[in-house]
């Protein structure tokens, strides 16, 4: 499974980036961070649809698209392996995965997405957010090879 993190702002070195090349390295599938940046002050409305473009642009054509998203589902680790499981089996090698900026990810990427996926109710730093997914796309990679880091 080829996995695309397709998100708003740059990821900076420091403790996330450190963090996040742990994971990444340890991934077997291989693992594409596209970045896109919209720096126009324009209001929230306006920046999100800005965004969805730019977004929009970066996933690789035929992926599944997954909108990460505060009103997305509530998937345990274990539900997140299978519903990547079930893809695979279906012949789908590509999974592209969104992160909006601050105020979130533009209606006509949430209606393109195949799957929306929430966090939780607590609002996570974006950076942290990333590494946060990034485990759990690792982690689903170790439940469905058997593997005991999952444990």
């Not at 594409?32 to 965004?51: P, R, T």
């Not at 929306?116 to 690792?138: C, D, F, K, N």
């Amino acid at each position: 499974m080829n996995i695309t993190i397709v998100a708003v702002g740059r990821m900076r070195k420091g403790s996330e980036r450190s963090l996040w090349d742990v994971y990444a390295k340890r991934l077997k599938w291989p693992l594409a961070l596209k970045e896109v940046e919209e720096k126009n002050s324009f209001g929230a409305k306006q920046i999100k649809k800005k965004e969805a473009d730019l977004l929009l642009s970066k996933i690789p054509k035929g992926a599944v698209l997954i909108a990460m998203d505060k009103n997305g589902l509530f998937l345990s680790s274990g539900d997140f392996a299978k519903k990547i499981s079930t893809w695979q089996d279906d012949g789908i090698n590509d999974l592209a995965i969104t992160i909006g900026g601050s105020d979130g990810l533009d209606k006509v990427i949430l209606d393109k997405a195949h799957l929306s996926i929430s966090m939780g109710a607590m609002t996570w730093p974006h950076m942290l957010a990333r590494v946060m997914l990034l485990e759990q796309v690792y982690r689903a990679q170790c439940i469905l090879n058997k593997h005991p880091y999952h444990k």
